[in-house]
């Protein structure tokens, strides 16, 4: 199908009950990787563009390099915005070429948060464009924030949910239920859970609704491990189990980010590469390696979603 809007492929993970990765990317080989696992499992998928990947990478370079992908992979894909801090970063996307933005104003008011994601709506929509939203707010380090453990800024309120949607008329909304975002997701000691009960709220109040699940990585402990080989601890740090992603994935969450996980496994590859070759000096042999390390971890992110064979 090619390029997309991200509201289809959503609407189709609802009606299926599976969830599609959103997976953030940064370079052409991130790109690659995941595209490769998309082809091979014959998946959809959404590629991911921060702000900070954006200023990284220049302004349409990794939009031109995703299209490109698309077309030599035959992918059924679109790209979003993640965490648009503004309507002017917003309109900039759109502008380039984006299928869909999320403009995060959740560290505002709920009045300001419903002006400011309806001024996005409205320009979007002249393009066909879908948008995302955020209520609540989740724990950990996102953009220049961090969000610490405040009850009220924890969980998405579900009645106030349906009156967001209702107003501003967005086509997903990211919910705050639990993730964190980072590798460092939960304090030490506490186990990681889902308020399922808020999803299933949110999804009677608003049936057929797609909802968003961000910091969603597992980061799991044999990797962290294999890190301490290459005298890296990142001790404390862990993520959300597969048994519930699996769950979320049956649920009104049809769309789940991941970044994380991207950047360990891709990390990882690296430093492995590099200590066993270390008269090694050109770049591209470490990066086929850390872009064969992307496609094998977005292939089992793509099964743990049911988006398999969905394309």
């Not at 969603?216 to 597969?242: M, Q």
């Not at 200590?275 to 496609?295: E, G, M």
Request: one cysteine or more; hydrophobic letters at 40%.
């Amino acid at each position: 199908m090619g390029l997309v809007r991200t509201k289809e492929l959503l609407l189709d993970a609802f009606k299926h009950k599976y969830a599609i990765g959103a997976f953030n990317v940064c370079n052409m080989e991130t790109i690659q990787g995941i595209s490769q696992a998309c082809c091979e499992l014959k998946s959809p998928v959404i590629f991911q563009i921060s702000e900070g990947a954006k200023k990284y990478a220049g302004n349409r370079f990794l939009i031109e390099i995703i299209k490109i992908a698309i077309k030599e992979y035959g992918l059924t894909a679109s790209i979003h915005l993640d965490h648009g801090a503004s309507f002017e970063i917003c309109k900039e996307c759109i502008d380039d070429g984006f299928t869909s933005v999320m403009i995060d104003a959740s560290k505002l008011s709920f009045e300001e948060n419903i002006s400011l994601t309806k001024k996005v709506v409205d320009y979007a929509k002249r393009f066909d464009v879908s948008v995302e939203a955020e209520l609540g707010q989740l724990l950990g380090f996102e953009g220049s924030n961090s969000i610490n453990n405040n009850t009220d800024q924890m969980y998405t309120d579900a009645e106030q949910a349906r009156e967001f949607v209702n107003l501003t008329k967005i086509d997903s909304l990211a919910i705050a239920v639990g993730t964190s975002h980072g590798a460092y997701k939960f304090p030490k000691g506490s186990y990681p859970n889902l308020r399922f009960d808020i999803i299933n709220k949110i999804g009677r109040l608003l049936p057929g609704f797609p909802l968003v699940l961000h910091g969603a990585s597992t980061v799991k402990s044999e990797v962290i491990e294999k890190f301490k080989e290459y005298n890296v601890d990142l001790g404390g740090a862990f993520g959300i189990t597969e048994d519930i992603l699996r769950k979320a994935s049956k649920t009104s969450i049809c769309k789940v980010n991941i970044d994380t996980d991207i950047r360990l496994e891709f990390i990882l590859a690296i430093r492995e590469f590099v200590a066993q070759n270390p008269k090694n000096f050109d770049p591209r042999d470490f990066l086929k390696t850390a872009r064969s390390a992307i496609t094998k971890i977005i292939k089992h992110k793509i099964n743990l979603l049911g988006s398999a064979n969905k394309i």
